[in-house]
């Protein structure tokens, strides 16, 4: 009975170690102040733990539950939404009434599933980008902070690799302590604070959605992976209404999304937990009941944030997701075919541009399908034999000039089958089983689960 509690201690707390910051910073950025960010952590904490404790004992599975740290990264990369926080809250809502409606009518999950795996790892690298440089940024402007965090990060991940984070979050706190002004004048208390929603269309657009996308892809889909892969094969659909539920709950509190967890779901469900895979719910349980312990420290959590420089918070929230961007940009470019859409999704998603009040995320991924559609128009035509009049008679076909010919169009200038032309991979419905484990997330294992191409495309991070 030991070991799995033990197991789940260990992955309340490498969960929320790693990516509170992220959380923070999201919440922040999305116009949140410190008490709604306060709150927003601590509604996430207790509605991970409601659901981890629900799953678990429902279906005697170790079903780990978490927030969705891409979905931070995204609000931090998005910025402020015309009408402040009340319309990210409002989007927030809407986002777990989509992964609701996901888990209601499988129509749904399968169209996001069929969003091709380049295009949804692009955009969540794009997502992340701006965090994961923020530690280089860090050196430089605030470096007696800093370096020592990164050091501590350097050689923990390369010893220990899954307290890698933690421990850099612990040496940046000793450099606040030491440089800062201290926590005495600072209120501790987390303290619920609702907040009423307000929808617009551009929130909607360029918050809600995108949100949504990122949270299938990159933390449901590999946190289903990684159940699959331990012999797991807990309902899919219950899952998401669960999560997607909880999600729309913590909205107004200042949380904004709850969803299956991807590394961390490894540390519950992996035989460290427990030899006997029948006990090892009982680690999804315990870490459950931890996070909601943990969302007390919300508080000071919050405290610490707002005393520090934002940029050396931003480093460790940076660190945290350098796994999940190395996954993310290694899914962008694993298939020839669909590299080039991909990298527009990228670079738009990444530019941080805003048009019509709707964010670079959700602009990354129209360029990305309408390049996708481009080039598959090109290569379908590209393909298409020629009958040279002089061959119609013996039924042989000639290559058409520039098709790959023996005039050197092979794989150096784009032609000829390495770059070959033809659809996407296709992909099935996002129940699809059969996965192993190791997704991406902060330690930048790659999760994938192979019916579905989401699950080849982005990794999580909790």
Not at 18 to 44: E, K, T, Y
Request: charged fraction near 10%; glycine fraction near 16%; aromatic fraction near 4%.
């Amino acid at each position: 009975m030991v070991q799995p509690i033990v197991a789940g201690v260990v992955t309340a707390l490498v969960g929320f170690a790693s990516s509170f910051a992220v959380v923070l910073a999201g919440l922040r950025a999305a116009g949140a102040d410190q008490a709604q960010a306060a709150s927003g952590l601590l509604a996430l904490c207790v509605a991970v733990g409601a659901v981890a404790i629900w799953l678990s004992v429902r279906l005697r599975m170790p079903v780990a539950v978490a927030w969705s740290t891409p979905g931070a990264a995204l609000l931090v990369s998005t910025g402020g939404v015309e009408g402040g926080f009340p319309a990210a809250v409002g989007a927030f809502v809407v986002c777990g009434a989509l992964i609701v409606i996901a888990g209601l009518f499988p129509a749904l999950g399968r169209l996001v599933a069929a969003i091709p795996g380049p295009i949804a790892g692009a955009m969540l690298a794009g997502v992340l980008l701006e965090l994961c440089v923020a530690p280089v940024r860090a050196v430089v402007e605030v470096p007696w902070l800093a370096v020592p965090v990164v050091l501590v990060w350097a050689v923990l991940f390369r010893f220990a690799r899954t307290w890698a984070v933690p421990g850099a979050l612990v040496a940046a706190i000793a450099g606040i302590a030491v440089s800062g002004p201290g926590l005495g004048a600072v209120d501790l208390r987390p303290d619920l604070v609702l907040t009423a929603p307000s929808f617009g269309a551009q929130a909607v657009v360029g918050v809600a959605i995108p949100l949504f996308l990122v949270t299938m892809a990159a933390q449901n889909v590999p946190g289903m992976a990684v159940l699959s892969g331990y012999g797991y094969r807990p309902p899919l659909r219950g899952m998401l209404v669960a999560t997607g539920a909880a999600s729309a709950a913590a909205a107004p509190l200042g949380g904004h999304a709850v969803n299956l967890a991807a590394i961390t779901a490894a540390l519950a469900a992996g035989p460290d937990a427990h030899p006997d895979p029948g006990r090892r719910w009982i680690a999804s349980l315990t870490a459950g009941v931890s996070m909601i312990v943990l969302g007390l420290g919300a508080g000071l959590a919050t405290a610490l944030v707002l005393l520090s420089p934002p940029v050396l918070i931003e480093a460790v929230a940076g660190l945290a997701l350098l796994g999940a961007l190395g996954s993310a940009l290694s899914a962008a470019v694993a298939d020839p075919e669909g590299r080039e859409a991909a990298v527009v999704t990228f670079v738009v998603t990444a530019s941080g541009v805003t048009l019509l009040g709707v964010g670079a995320a959700f602009w990354g991924l129209v360029a990305g399908g309408l390049m996708t559609l481009l080039l598959r128009g090109g290569r379908a035509r590209a393909v298409r034999p020629r009958t040279e009049p002089g061959d119609a008679r013996n039924g042989s076909a000639a290559p058409a000039e520039g098709d790959g010919a023996a005039e050197g169009d092979g794989p150096l200038d784009g032609g000829g089958s390495a770059e070959g032309g033809g659809p996407i991979e296709g992909g099935g419905p996002i129940e699809g089983g059969g996965a192993r484990p190791g997704g991406g997330g902060d330690d930048g294992k790659a999760v994938s689960a192979r019916p579905s191409r989401l699950s080849r495309g982005a990794g999580g991070s909790d």
